[in-house]
C-alpha cells in the first residue's frame, strides 16, 4: 500500500551542510520568510499562482518542470507552503490526479505510489503526502504550461 513515506533525504552525516545543525529544525520544516509572492489565497487556480510564480521569477516554470520540486522552489520548499498550497487547491489537484490516473488506467494511489517509489521517496505523515502531492502536480502543470 502507498501510505508508508517517509523522505530518505541524506545520510546523517551530511545534515549539517544542507542547514541543520545539531538543534536546528531541517530546512524542509521551517517557515519561509523570504517570499514576495502575495498570498496563495489570491489567486483563484494553482496554474495562475504558477504563471505569478514565474513572471516574477524568471525560469521558474522551465527550471520545475526541467529539475523538479524535490530540490527545493520557491513557494514549494517548506511544508508550511506546500500544505498551505494543497489545502487551497485540494479540489483542483484531485480533479487532475483522477483524469491523468483515468488516462493511465490505474488508480490515484497507483500512480502516485509509482512516482514516490522511483524518486526514492517513502510517505508516512499527511503532510509529507500533501507535500509530495503538490510537487508532483506543480512539476505536471509546468510541463503542461511550457507546452502550450
Known amino acids: 500500500m502507498f501510505i508508508n513515506h517517509k523522505v530518505n533525504c541524506m545520510p546523517m552525516s551530511q545534515s549539517s551542510q544542507y542547514g541543520v545543525g545539531d538543534n536546528e529544525e531541517p530546512l524542509w520544516k521551517r517557515k519561509s520568510t523570504s517570499s514576495k509572492m502575495k498570498p496563495v489565497r489570491s489567486y483563484s487556480t494553482f496554474e495562475k499562482w504558477l504563471k505569478e510564480m514565474d513572471k516574477e521569477n524568471e525560469g521558474y516554470l522551465s527550471d520545475l518542470s526541467e529539475h523538479g520540486a524535490i530540490g527545493g522552489v520557491g513557494g514549494m520548499t517548506y511544508y508550511s507552503e506546500t500544505i498551505e498550497l ?23 494511489l497507483d500512480m502516485i505510489n509509482q512516482s514516490a517509489e522511483r524518486l526514492n521517496l ?7 503526502f500533501k507535500n509530495f502531492i503538490v510537487w508532483f502536480y506543480a512539476e505536471t502543470k509546468a510541463r503542461e504550461i511550457i507546452g502550450d
Not at 494543497?86 to 490515484?108: A, C, H, P, R
Not at 517513502?122 to 509529507?128: A, H, K, L
Open 86 to 108: 494543497y489545502d487551497k487547491y485540494e479540489d483542483e489537484i484531485w480533479e487532475f490526479l483522477d483524469q491523468m490516473s483515468d488516462n493511465f488506467g490505474e488508480t490515484v
Open 122 to 128: 517513502n510517505i508516512s505523515s499527511s503532510g509529507e
